[in-house]
Structure formats: C-alpha cells, structure tokens
C-alpha cells in the first residue's frame, strides 16, 4: 500500500493560481486511482477531481471544472492538481487520496478510497 504526501497548499488572493502535489511512496503508483476531495471548516468533506490510473480520464466536480486540472506522473509517483482563478469559496484542506485497482476507472466517491494523505491547507483572500 503507498503512503501518500501532499505539498503545495498556501494563502492565496482570489483570482491566483496554485499547484498541489501528491507524493506516493511504492513502485506500484501506475497501479492506484487517484483524487482529490476537500473539507472546509464546518463542512463535509467533498469530492474535488480524480484521475484513471493511465492517466487518461479524469472527472471534475462542477464547482472546479474548468478552473482546475488534475494529472499524474506515474514515473515520479506523483498526481498534480493545478488549481487556477481561485475563489474564496475554494478555502478548504486538500486531500489526496488513492485506491489501487485492476481497471482504468474513477471514483468520485470518498468510501472507495482507503488511502489518505494528510491534508494541505489552501486559503484563498478575497
């Protein structure tokens, strides 16, 4: 099972730009589901994106499609979320999380995931 570590996270003022990365620990990244959900204080966690294992799908929750893009280098174990015009509704702890799987699907789901980075906090200023 990877470990996963998230970087990235920062203050920033609405309209700007950040780049989160999700560190996987193991040879067998190519192999894990990705995404990314979300919490902010008070509210439930949600669903933010996700990414096949090749890469090749991805899915957006309505609130980011558009503004955000995920992606996966599985040679560096690494799933990327670029995150552009940022919003003050925006504000949350960033989770990423992984699942490994035999097909090239996604989850938007957060019970299907069983592996959980720590969380990097992203606070965007109005």
């Known amino acids: 099972q990877v470990q996963l570590v998230e970087s990235g996270g920062g203050l920033v003022q609405a309209g700007g730009s950040l780049r989160l990365s999700c560190a996987a620990s193991?040879?067998?990244?190519?192999?894990?589901?990705t995404g990314w959900f979300r919490q902010a204080p008070g509210k439930e966690r949600e669903f933010v994106t996700t990414?096949?294992?090749?890469?090749?799908?991805?899915y957006y929750a309505e609130s980011v499609k558009g503004r955000f893009t995920i992606s996966r280098d599985n040679a560096k174990s690494t799933v990327y979320l670029q995150m552009n015009n940022l919003r003050p509704e925006d504000t949350a702890v960033y989770y990423c999380?992984?699942?490994?799987?035999?097909?090239?699907?996604?989850?938007?789901?957060?019970?299907?995931?069983?592996?959980w980075g720590q969380g990097t906090q992203v606070t965007v200023s109005s």
């Open positions: 193991g040879r067998t990244f190519s192999s894990y589901t």
């Open positions: 999380a992984a699942r490994m799987d035999y097909s090239d699907t996604y989850y938007i789901t957060e019970k299907w995931y069983d592996t």
């Open positions: 990414i096949t294992r090749s890469g090749v799908i991805a």
